[in-house]
């Protein structure tokens, strides 16, 4: 599924990255807790996270991750704004709960990373 499907899908909107029309991501998960995001072996997801500060970036960074959504309404600060995008990585906002975007773009067919 294209990044700007599923901003569309979970009503979010793109905070800083370049996204093409080739971004494509088929693997996701959730969770505010970085040291369970650090376990997963794969860089091929993008991160779900209610955490909205620098250390859910330097995770994304240190797991080479592309794109980290934040969720519940969350506004980051601006350093963290900034540092996603030092590393280039899309920093996505959204409304819902994280249960709900999870469940969202499950249902349109995104997967888990276990």
């Known amino acids: 599924m294209t990044i700007h499907e599923i901003v569309s899908l979970v009503q979010g909107k793109i905070l800083c990255g370049n996204v093409g029309e080739e971004d494509f991501v088929e693997y996701c998960f959730a969770s505010d807790l970085m040291s369970d995001v650090l376990t997963v072996r794969r860089s091929d997801f993008m991160l779900i996270t209610?955490?909205?500060?620098?250390q859910s970036i330097r995770t994304a960074e240190m797991s080479?991750?592309?794109y980290v959504m934040l969720v519940r309404g969350k506004t980051p600060p601006q350093p963290m704004i900034e540092l996603a995008e030092?590393?280039?990585i899309v920093?996505?906002?959204?409304?819902y709960s994280m249960f709900k975007a999870s469940g969202i773009l499950f249902q349109a067919g995104l997967k888990g990373v276990f």
Do not use: T, Y
């Open 50 to 54: 209610g955490l909205s500060n620098v």
């Open 91 to 95: 920093l996505i906002v959204c409304p």
């Open 86 to 88: 030092e590393n280039g």
């Open 64 to 66: 080479d991750l592309k």
